[in-house]
């Protein structure tokens, strides 16, 4: 796993407030109807959980109307936006009671500084989201947030593809497919080049690989669009985050992991080097 970004580099990233991250009017309720074998709303890429289950992967992001959408931002354990409504980040976010600093320790846990909260979100034994604490699975009981273990598995079983306009959409982000054969599991294309999954490194080889052909988008795929994250009360778009449910092993109760790509790498599972509990940041459902 790496470490990542300072609060220094954090607060010099490029403000994106508007453009793709633009609030949604409407959020259409996915179904949860089993048809062919695949959940409707999900998709089938393949991978499993660490049980050997089949995982399904949300066509987009929770909160979000459309795959290319970002949708809502959450602190890790929070069930809710800190912002009034939902759908994507406002224009000009109108704060709850108690969260007008936006996403930091204030409004996280009430001090400048991380404390734990007095009933912590988090199994003790695992160091994943209790249910009643996950987002994704306040919004339907069947959908959960992505473990650490999960988005390594994502890496490791599927094509990635960089892409600066998804569909004429205008969005960038990863094309995410199901591999075609089992030589292509594990390969991405960034912005210049095909790399390899190391699974003893946990991150791609660095020392190329070969590329993965016939790929399009009516193969089986989802998108993970650009983001960016929350901080206060700004959204700050450089790089993406997605959450995972997972507490960081290396770090204290502060640390969450998460999956940070941009078009030149990706890391399934990475922290930064401050806590990061209390950051806004979007959520791609699965379920089994």
């Known amino acids: ?92 976010p109108i704060w709850k009671t108690g969260k007008e600093s936006g996403y930091d320790m204030q409004s996280y846990c009430g001090d400048s500084s991380f404390v734990e909260w007095s009933n912590p979100p988090y199994d003790i034994t695992t160091k994943v989201l209790k249910p009643d604490f996950d987002a994704a699975t306040a919004k339907n009981a069947k959908w959960r947030t992505p473990t650490s273990a999960d988005f390594i598995a994502l890496a490791a079983g599927c094509v990635w593809i960089w892409t600066d306009d998804y569909e004429n959409t205008g969005k960038a982000g990863y094309i995410v497919y199901k591999a075609k054969n089992d030589e ?41 669009p650009i983001t960016g994250l929350a901080f206060g009360t700004e959204l700050y778009k450089d790089e993406v985050y997605y959450m995972s449910s997972t507490l960081c092993q290396e770090e204290e109760e502060g640390y969450s992991y998460f999956l940070h790509f941009s078009k030149t790498f990706v890391y399934p599972q990475t922290y930064p080097d401050f806590p990061s509990r209390c950051l806004g940041i979007t959520i791609r459902p699965v379920t089994e």
């Open 1 to 92: 796993m790496k470490k990542i970004f300072s609060i220094i580099s954090l607060a010099v990233l490029t403000i994106g407030l508007l453009g793709s991250c633009k609030k949604d009017e409407t959020e259409p309720e996915p179904t949860q109807t089993v048809t062919d074998g695949a959940l409707d709303g999900f998709v089938d890429l393949g991978v499993t959980n660490k049980d050997g289950e089949p995982l399904y992967w949300a066509e987009k992001n929770l909160g979000a109307t459309n795959p290319e959408d970002c949708g809502d931002y959450f602190a890790w354990g929070e069930t809710s936006p800190y912002y009034t409504t939902t759908g994507g980040w406002p224009e000009t």
């Open 184 to 224: 292509d599991k594990g390969k991405a294309k960034f912005e210049n080049s095909w790399e390899k999954w190391d699974a003893a490194k946990l991150n791609y080889s660095g020392n190329g690989a070969s590329e993965a052909t016939g790929y399009t988008t009516s193969d089986v795929h989802i998108f993970l």
